[in-house]
């Protein structure tokens, strides 16, 4: 090919090259042909200005994350969402706590951690719930939003149900055997004692047992396990013990209620009656510096 003079024309038959990189040139291309399809139909056009609001987005996205500013934009929108709510009145300026009364308000707001002007919904319901049913007194605990302004606890509590001793220490427990701990052993004392490691959490199956046999059950001022394998009954402000079997504990009862009803066992000067076997039953007098 023949060279090209300064201020020549180019030959007939000749090309300039592109002074563009070949992606720079697609691009170009791409480009034309948006714009020409743009100008020919309104779909066209709707499809070339997305398109570049596409681009403008898509750029400035990976320029906030190479430049590790997304989390600032993330946040300052969180802010911005806050501040608007909160101007339209979702602040909190109601707590109401409603329960069975055992429990002090002032311990469930505390455990509740959430205060007047706090943003409603910058709460964590779940945590403040959790929060609320470690109290002591407390069996569930709903915490709910009553929109705009207002929280509600609802509490059920835990209801005393037995007096629990181990290794000398007393604590009032609750249906499942669980000790309520801020509970004052004194003001519960009418509730049965059960004495062992695993009692008080049997203390509900020996409850219902008991109740076929209410006339023994009255009398009774404590059930002791012992080594957790059978159990004895302290009747009468621990005048009388009587020794139950380890197995066929029911039968045993029956008995006594029969022998009850025939001879009054129950009432004589005895200190022990014991029936763990099954075809006998032994019997420890009270002694007379006893009696």
């Known amino acids: 090919m023949a060279a090209i003079g300064r201020g020549k024309s180019i030959p007939k038959g000749s090309h300039r090259v592109s002074p563009l990189k070949p992606g720079l040139r697609g691009a170009r291309n791409w480009a034309s042909a948006q714009m020409r399809a743009a100008n020919h139909t309104r779909k066209g056009f709707t499809r070339f200005v997305f398109s570049i609001i596409g681009t403008l987005l898509f750029v400035i996205f990976l320029g906030l994350w190479l430049g590790g500013y997304l989390s600032n934009v993330a946040q300052a929108g969180e802010n911005f969402k806050r501040n608007r709510l909160m101007s ?13 009364g055992r429990l002090r308000e002032e311990d469930v707001r505390r455990a509740l951690g959430i205060y007047g002007g706090d943003y409603l919904f910058g709460i964590d319901m779940k945590e403040a719930q959790n929060r609320v049913e470690s109290l002591s007194w407390v069996d569930r605990a709903v915490v709910r939003r009553l929109w705009p ?20 220490d007393v604590n009032v427990v609750d249906i499942k055997g669980a000790a309520i ?34 006339q023994i059950a009255a009398r009774v001022d404590s059930f002791v396990n012992v080594s957790d394998r059978r159990w004895d ?48 039953l032994t019997i420890l007098p009270t002694s007379p510096e006893q009696a």
């Open 88 to 100: 339209m009145g979702f602040v909190i300026e109601r707590v109401d706590v409603m329960g069975e």
């Open 149 to 168: 302004d207002r929280i509600v606890v609802q509490i059920i509590e835990r209801q005393p149900y037995a007096l629990w001793q181990h290794e000398g």
């Open 233 to 280: 009954m302290v009747l009468d402000d621990g005048s009388l013990r009587i020794m139950l079997p380890e197995q066929n504990m029911r039968g045993a009862l029956r008995r006594l209620q029969s022998l009850q009803g025939q001879t009054h066992i129950l009432d004589r000067t005895i200190k022990v009656i014991d029936m763990r076997l099954p075809d006998r």
């Open 181 to 214: 701990t801020d509970a004052k052993v004194e003001q519960f004392a009418q509730l049965k004692l059960f004495v062992g490691e695993y009692a008080g959490e049997q203390a509900s199956s020996i409850h219902l047992m008991m109740g076929e046999f209410p």
